[in-house]
């Protein structure tokens, strides 16, 4: 049992030590105020305050998690043994750095509740974030600085017990448009064809023809292939369709057409599915309940997790309208057209509201890799050279590295190749 010493404990306190302690290190810890209790403790204990009391195990605390609100803080990076951090703590203190509060700040992605300028479709920009312009923005930092503490902890402590965590590679599927020509009706096929002729598309013209010859032949329609690939290399996947009213940002096939219906429900037979959020639900609390109550009765499951219309988290907003439908899981935590780990971790936690000052019933996934940042590559060895060493680093932390994938890139071509280029990165990352 390691004894923390805190002047006082807060929300903000107990949230960052159960994840850093209990979900990324695995160690059995509770907290103490009084100094008798801290000295009477005869097994691992560490001091977590303004000084030190003795001689003992020391990180001096910033005010970070010791105050309420939200307030414009400057960061400045230094490093510690050539790894990045911030939140300097002085000389007294064994650590550098308050590794609890810099864990808090990236955890509970304290930036975007400051004043920033949103992108076109009104998320948080990766280009605003201090990561991304410290160019540390591939670095699962929280995990990092755990690891490195624990080594600390364990020169001083030996007989100090921590639980080790299994590696973990997650593949996301996900499907906001199921099919690009088949299954839309008559009606929206001929306005489709309209638009190609009117732009000179004959190649969306001789596609679109065939599909309605043979809906199998369908450019999105690569289900069966997926699942071949996944049974082969034993992945557990995460399928989430988006099964929404039709809109300007939503252009799915109709929730009613009986062959999309049964596409998700065999899909379901061999995959756990969830609800990819329609971009109008974003706006409307209602119209998210209802579409997760139909994809919900389709599969006659509950549905707990959701993934976010274009990853737009809006924090606090977006993930309270979550909460309020119980929706448990979210798996949007991540930058559409950048590499990286968003709130600096690979591993999932749960949802800090700071204007509540409340840990939440959300548990947050992140992802390193959404694929549509990978539009601009033009060698598949680009992206090897790019993921390999985050993926080194994950695995050496017996992290979650998270990819995600939409069907409708494998249905285009590119000169990545998109489904032979996953096929290399399960084989690379998970056999």
Not at 98 to 107: G, M, P, R, T
Request: net charge positive.
């Amino acid at each position: 049992m390691l004894l923390i010493y805190t002047h006082k404990i807060t929300k903000r306190f107990t949230y960052t030590m159960r994840q850093m302690f209990g979900e990324i290190l695995g160690i059995e810890h509770s907290f103490a105020t009084k100094v008798e209790d801290f000295i009477k403790h005869s097994g691992p204990k560490i001091t977590y305050t303004k000084q030190p009391l003795q001689n003992e195990f020391f990180i001096r605390s910033n005010d970070l998690l010791f105050e309420q609100g939200i307030n414009d803080i400057a960061i400045k990076i230094q490093e510690w043994d050539e790894l990045p951090c911030f939140f300097g703590a002085g000389e007294q203190s064994v650590i550098p750095f308050d590794i609890f509060s810099a864990s808090f700040y990236l955890l509970s992605r304290y930036e975007e509740y400051l004043p920033h300028v949103k992108d076109e479709v009104g998320r948080f920009p990766a280009k605003s974030s201090f990561l991304y312009k410290e160019s540390i923005l591939h670095r699962p930092l929280v995990d990092l600085w755990a690891f490195k503490f624990l080594g600390l902890l364990k020169e001083r402590f030996p007989e100090l017990v921590s639980k080790q965590r299994k590696f973990q590679f997650q593949s996301i599927i996900n499907v906001t448009t199921s099919h690009c020509y088949a299954h839309r009706g008559v009606f929206r096929n001929i306005g489709g064809l309209a638009i190609d002729a009117s732009r000179f598309k004959f190649s969306s013209i001789v596609k679109r023809i065939a599909t309605w010859v043979n809906p199998e032949k369908d450019p999105y329609n690569n289900y069966a292939e997926l699942l071949e690939l996944h049974q082969k290399f034993k992945v557990k996947s995460y399928f989430f369709f988006q099964f929404a009213a039709y809109s300007r940002h939503d252009k799915n096939v109709s929730i009613f057409k009986n062959k999309f219906r049964h596409l998700i429900k065999s899909i379901a037979d061999y995959s756990k599915v969830g609800l990819s959020a329609s971009y109008q639900s974003a706006y409307d609390s209602e119209v998210l309940k209802k579409e997760k109550e139909q994809l919900s009765n389709l599969i006659k499951r509950p549905v707990n997790s959701v993934r976010l219309r274009y990853n737009k988290v809006n924090v606090p907003d977006s993930y309270r309208k979550l909460i309020t439908l119980e929706i448990t899981d979210d798996y949007s935590m991540g930058y559409t057209h950048q590499i990286g780990f968003r709130a600096g971790t690979c591993t999932s936690h749960f949802f800090y509201d700071i204007n509540l000052e409340m840990q939440q019933p959300l548990k947050v996934h992140p992802f390193v890799l959404f694929d549509y940042s990978l539009v601009n590559y033009k060698q598949q060895q680009q992206v090897f050279d790019k993921l390999d060493d985050i993926y080194r680093e994950v695995k050496k932390l017996n992290g979650t590295f998270t990819i995600v994938f939409s069907n409708e890139l494998f249905g285009k071509k590119h000169r990545l190749n998109w489904l032979d280029l996953y096929q290399k990165l399960l084989r690379r990352y998970y056999v």
